[in-house]
């Protein structure tokens, strides 16, 4: 167990739909960071918050946002969803490294 | 730019057999972390090693070992003795490591092991 939290861990849904995935972080991490695996595109690095502002980003797309509570938790919200969308959304947390990943949400488009 | 490079998409084993994994990195900086994440059929991503670029020493753990060289930019895994538990998805990732970097992780394309018992 990571110690990283994510739910929900499936997701079905249909195209031009909107859902928000959740994580919390290990106790005491600062850092959040979103990846996304895909047949297409591997694992890709999406955006990272630290104690609630946004550090970084990566291959996130517009229709894609996040954002981190004051209690550290994140949410990846993804709108107006297309097929290519389908794929297991990860987030890792750190203080230091390693980052540690959740178990991941597998979220599929039909 | 930085990026990894994992060239063996699939390799089967039989149990027993040893087998070594690699993963070719490329980065201009010179302060780094190389690291190997485990996904078994389950999805879920495991830590397994870490290692600072200024640190070439080699790791053993158990029956699994590092081989970290910066001459080659290699950071090449090897499983002994390998088991049934062993079959997964391999990736070895990169992070930069110094004030002001994300420290996001830039991950190879992955090596799918699959033992045969």
């Known amino acids: 167990d990571s110690g990283v939290t994510q739910t929900p861990k499936h997701l079905i849904t249909a195209t031009g739909q909107r859902v928000t995935l959740r994580c919390s972080p290990r106790?005491?991490?600062?850092?959040v960071y979103w990846y996304q695996q895909s047949l297409d595109q591997g694992l890709q690095f999406l955006i990272q918050?630290?104690?609630?502002?946004?550090?970084a980003k990566g291959n996130i797309l517009e229709r894609f946002s996040a954002q981190q509570f004051p209690d550290l938790h994140s949410e990846l919200n993804l709108s107006s969803l297309e097929l290519g969308d389908s794929a297991l959304y990860f987030c890792a947390s750190m203080v230091s490294q390693p980052q540690h990943f959740g178990d991941g949400t597998r979220l599929s488009i039909l | 730019a930085q990026k990894v490079t994992q060239a063996q998409t699939e390799i089967s084993v039989v149990e027993k057999e040893d087998v070594t994994l690699d993963c070719v990195y490329e980065?201009?900086?010179?302060?780094?972390?190389l690291f190997w994440y485990k996904q078994p059929p389950s999805g879920e991503l495991v830590f397994l090693i870490r290692?600072?670029?200024?640190?070439?020493q080699n790791e053993i753990s158990g029956r699994y070992s590092w081989n970290f060289q910066k001459s080659t930019s290699s950071f090449n895994f090897t499983i002994t003795a390998s088991q049934v538990v062993d079959s997964a998805v391999y990736f070895c990732?990169?992070?930069?490591?110094?004030?002001?970097?994300?420290?996001?992780?830039?991950f190879g394309t992955g090596t799918l092991l699959a033992v045969q018992p």
């Open positions: 290692r600072n670029s200024f640190d070439e």
């Open positions: 990732a990169l992070s930069l490591n110094y004030g002001g970097a994300t420290n996001k992780l830039i």
């Open positions: 918050y630290y104690n609630g502002e946004e550090r």
């Open positions: 106790s005491g991490d600062l850092s």
């Open positions: 980065t201009r900086d010179t302060t780094y972390y």
